[in-house]
Structure formats: C-alpha cells, structure tokens
C-alpha cells in the first residue's frame, strides 16, 4: 500500500472548516460568540468539540447545561457517523464554513445516541472496526490482535496521529497473496432522505468467474433502483471524494490505487474535497446531480478503503 | 435460559471439572472433537423462516411476538413489546450510581428484611417499564442480534447507566467484565432510532458449541429458540417453556423419540448450563432465570 500512502494522508488530514454557533435559546449570561473551528473528516464531533464546549459553557450558568448536541437547519447531527460523511450527506452543496448550531438543552431522544464520555465514543469506534473485520477476513485479524493493538488504532485517532494508527490498520487492510481480496467488502450506503439509515449487503468483491467487481456492479446490486438509466446521473461521494459514475465500470473496490493521470484521471483538490475525474478513452459527462445525489458511498469501518481507478 | 431440572436425557455429556472455569475467564476452549467442524452458519432465509415459525407459535400462546417487514428493501425483524413493574428500593437518581453500586442495591433487595423503615433513606416505589424487544438479522455477523428500548410510562427512556443495573444478578459479572462490549446504545439499522443492543460478536461461539459435536441433533432445532432463550433473560426477556414444543425441521436423521416430547428441553437447558462461554456462569437452578429483576 506505500504507493497509497499519500491518498491514505489526504484522506485522513482531510479538514471542514466549520462555524459553530449556540442555539438562540439557550440561556445565556452573556452574548455568545461563534467559534470556528477546522473539523477532521475522519473523527467524530463529540471527540473533537471540547474546545466548542468549553467556549459556550463560559457565558452559561452550570444549571442550564446538560448534554451537548448538534444539530445542522433543523436536523440533529448523528456524532456516531464520521464527520465527512455528516457534511456530504447534508452539506456539501452548500457556501463554506459550515454552520453547525450547538444545543445543551432537550436533547432528542428519539434520533440521538447519548455520549456522556469518550468511553462511548472508543466503544462505538471500536465496534465499527470489528463489524468491518468480520466481513473483511471472518474476524481473524482483529481478534488475533492484542488489545494494546486496539487501544493504539483508537489513541492514533483520537490525537490525530496518522503512522500510529495505520502501524495498525495496514494489518486490516491487507488479505492473503492467494486470495484476490476481501472476503465481503465492507460499505454502507447512506441516503439522507430514507427512514433507514444506511444500506449493508455482503457482496463479494470477486465474481464466481474470477474477475473483480467494480463500483457498478456493487451498485447494480445493491440498489438497482439508484442506477436505473430513469434514475438519471448519479453522483456518488466516498468519504471526500466525489465519484463521477458513467456506463464504463472503472472502479475496482480495492485497497486501493487512485490513478494519477495529468489530463483526464486528474485528481482536484478542492475546498478540502478530492475530486476524481474518471480517466477512460471515450468521453463521458460527469454526472449531474438529482435527488441521488445525497447517497454517500462508505465503509463500514469508517473510511479506510480506497478506490481504484481502471482506465 | 430455560428453568429445568438436568433429567434423564441419554446423551448428557459431563464437562471436565477444569473446563468450566476455563469458559467463565471470558476464551472459549473448544473441545478438539469440536475443532474443525464447519461453521453453523444461520442464513438470512433461514433466520427468516425460524422467525416465522417462532411467531406461529407466539400467536397460539398469545406471548406477543410478530414480524415487521420494511417496506423499502423487504427485510424485516421480530418484534414484542410489553410491560415489567420493577421494585425500587432506591431513592435516588441510579445515574448516578456505579455499577457496583446498583447489584448491591438489587442484590440488597432480596436480603432486606421486609421492614423498609429500619433503612435510612430509602423507600419502596413501583416503577413499570415498558420494554420493545427487536430481533433482527446481522449479515456481518450472520446471527441474530438483540435490540431493545425501555422507558419509563412518562416516557424518559432509561439510561445505559440503568439498563445495565437491571441486568440479572446472574449476569451481573461477565457484564461487569467488558460493559462496552456487551450492552450498549447503537442505531436501529431499520429504524434509525437508538436502541439498546446485546452486542452479537460472541454469539457465534456459544450457538457454536450446542449445535456441534454430541449435540448436533439441535441443529434442526428452532435456532431463534434456541438463541433467544438464552439471551433474553439477560435483558429481562423470557421466553416461556412452551417453545420447547415447536416441532423441528421435517429431517431424516432426526430421532424422532428424543425431538418431538418436552422432556428434550431438560438435556437442552443442561447443555447451556454447561456451554455458555458467553456469560459468566452461576447455575441458577433454583431460581427461575426468567428476566424478573
């Protein structure tokens, strides 16, 4: 993976820049000033925010403070998703900063997990790497690990340290030279306008004939309807990048080369956004956008997949 | 876990004495007769069709169960809520409590005396909780999985902090062993809302080692019975010895003697008596483990 490794860094070091604002009707002793802060995609808002909490709780009384929560227009922020999957699915068409409102009062029940200390946050995490190592190589790997291990990929994320945590993640990510991949890849599809939260299926990244499947043959499979030529173009967004899909496959679900290619296969940074334009000999528009165009694209360990791009 | 007495079954094989403490230090020694047999792996069709039938059988023992299909991708889950008045010989906030703190206190109530008026402080209220218990289907894990919400009739749902203080006394240890990686707060993949969940990743080890070896026989067995009879107590759920009727899977090596009468269940309660690495193990014959905290 060492030709990865700078996606891998662009991926992790990837960073919103975000306005947090306290919720008109908190009560407060004095005003209250927004707080900016630059969130990392690959975190979560209640490990990251201490500094938002402490800013707010200074003109608040201790009575009036109970858990903190966030909520964007009117919808309250799910702390257990990663942070770039929050802004994709809910703002990424929108100005920058993001405007996130804090709230320390109602906190609602009925669409939020509580996190009353980074136990909860280290559990949650956890459990999400352990989901994905079932799938990935039957729980083999992850269980084969010792808990120092664990406690290192959980400390390299909480203070942001890129080698430690991928000293330990590389184990994750690789899989037997005699095999071609992961047992089942694992992914979720988020969709912000469904009851349901996200879509899980197991799906083989090998076919039964030997050759590897692609973005689109995971999609075919996995929600046919979002691919249905009536369905429109389609814009897919994994973990920071947007990925253009058209007729011709491309992507191998991999761990993961990205082509650098000068013309076409370009990678753009953008706003803290990667874009990849598809490289492919006939020319395909880049898909415009319809009411899919909030489906983000994930893993279910939480963004340490990649994508591969075939020509 | 099912109330029973060991009974007369045939085949009732005997742990080795060090075996068990092996188990309750939390990794399974599975017996080299059992290593190397295949993996029981229960497939969505097939947790599906035991899902129906466990629910056929709900419906003529009026035990409340009945499945909800989603209507987007056509899955779908088990569901039962009901009602559990709970004794509180507490005054104050459990959220406030340790976990230490609340089996000492649960524990405490079985030992008062009946005179609350010799403790300082503390007074008797009745509580009903009502519980909504979801079995859905984990395809990363491909088992069950357990979720569950309470609230209180005013509508405060009870906290983690609470719900792992009503846990059973018996269960009480192993919970206490790795709280995070038994019963925590997680998103319904249906619904979307927070749910408490019995967390699965072990589930495969003990459902394992009663489907395999000696008792292979169980395999034609209902296996969300099997399952949930097991598990539920530990959240307060029974499920009542009636279950143990539910005729098993039309198969030609089933011994028809041993799998159609009652007096199966009493080899199959033994056999979770003594292969439960899941849970910390206190047989608790005498009392009945039905979920009454």
Request: hydrophobic residues 35%.
């Amino acid at each position: 993976m060492t030709d990865d490794k700078d996606v891998l860094r662009d991926v992790w070091f990837g960073r919103i820049p975000t306005c947090f604002t306290l919720y008109q009707d908190e009560i407060t002793e004095r005003e209250a000033e927004p707080y900016y802060l630059l969130l990392p995609r690959i975190s979560y808002l209640t490990l990251v925010t201490d500094k938002v909490k402490k800013h707010f709780q200074k003109v608040m009384r201790q009575e009036e403070v109970s858990e903190i929560w966030f909520e964007y227009e009117g919808t309250p922020l799910k702390w257990h998703y990663p942070i770039g999957l929050l802004f994709d699915l809910h703002a990424s068409n929108t100005a920058l900063p993001w405007s996130i409102t804090v709230h320390f009062k109602n906190f609602p029940e009925k669409d939020l997990l509580h996190c009353h200390s980074k136990d909860v946050i280290e559990a949650h995490f956890m459990a999400c790497i352990k989901e994905a190592d079932a799938l990935k190589h039957k729980s083999q790997v992850i269980n084969e690990m010792q808990k120092k291990d664990h406690k290192q990929l959980w400390m390299g994320l909480q203070n942001d340290k890129f080698e430690q945590f991928w000293a330990i993640n590389r184990k994750l990510m690789e899989y037997p030279p005699e095999d071609n991949g992961f047992r089942y890849i694992p992914f979720r599809i988020y969709q912000a306008t469904t009851e349901r939260p996200f879509i899980q299926k197991l799906f083989r990244p090998i076919a039964s004939g030997g050759q590897l499947h692609t973005l689109g043959d995971l999609l075919k499979d996995v929600c046919p309807s979002a691919v249905a030529p009536e369905a429109g173009d389609l814009r897919f967004f994994m973990h920071c990048t947007h990925v253009a899909m058209c007729s011709h496959r491309i992507y191998h679900l991999d761990k993961g080369q990205v082509k650098r290619d000068k013309k076409e296969g370009e990678i753009k940074s953008q706003r803290g956004v990667m874009w990849l334009v598809p490289g492919h000999t006939e020319r395909m528009p880049i898909c415009k956008r319809d009411t899919f165009a909030n489906t983000f694209f994930g893993f279910a360990n939480t963004f340490f997949g990649w994508i591969k791009v075939v020509s | 876990m099912l109330e029973g007495t060991s009974g007369d079954h045939p085949v009732q094989p005997q742990p080795r004495q060090g075996h068990l403490e092996q188990m309750t230090q939390g990794r399974v020694q599975i017996p080299c007769s059992m290593a190397g047999e295949e993996d029981f792996v229960l497939e969505e069709k097939r947790f599906k069709q035991h899902c129906e039938e466990f629910v056929k059988h709900s419906q003529q023992i009026g035990d409340g169960w009945e499945w909800r299909t989603s209507k987007d991708l056509g899955d779908g889950y088990l569901s039962k809520t009901h009602f559990q008045v709970r004794n509180r010989h507490i005054a104050q906030d459990l959220r406030e409590k340790t976990n230490d703190n609340i089996e000492e206190t649960l524990l405490a109530h079985v030992e008062e005396s009946l005179d609350d008026s010799q403790v300082a402080g503390v007074c008797t209220t009745e509580e009903v909780i009502r519980y909504e218990y979801h079995v859905l289907y984990s395809s990363s894990y491909q088992v069950p999985v357990l979720y569950f919400r309470a609230c209180f009739l005013d509508g405060r749902p009870l906290t983690l902090e609470e719900i792992w203080g009503s846990v059973h006394a018996c269960y009480q240890d192993r919970l206490q062993e790795g709280p995070w990686d038994t019963i925590t707060q997680q998103e319904h993949p249906i619904l979307g809302q927070p749910f408490f969940v019995l967390h699965p990743c072990r589930t495969n080890e003990f459902i394992s080692t009663v489907l395999t070896g000696p008792w292979k026989h169980n395999r034609h067995k209902n296996y969300i019975i099997l399952w949930l009879s097991t598990v539920g107590p530990v959240v307060g759920l029974s499920v009542p010895l009636s279950y143990a009727k539910v005729a098993p899977e039309q198969n030609s090596s089933t011994d028809s003697a041993e799998s159609s009468s009652a007096s199966s269940l009493p080899g199959l309660t033994f056999q979770y008596f003594a292969y439960l690495p899941y849970f910390a193990m206190r047989i608790c014959a005498e009392r009945e483990v039905l979920g009454h905290c």
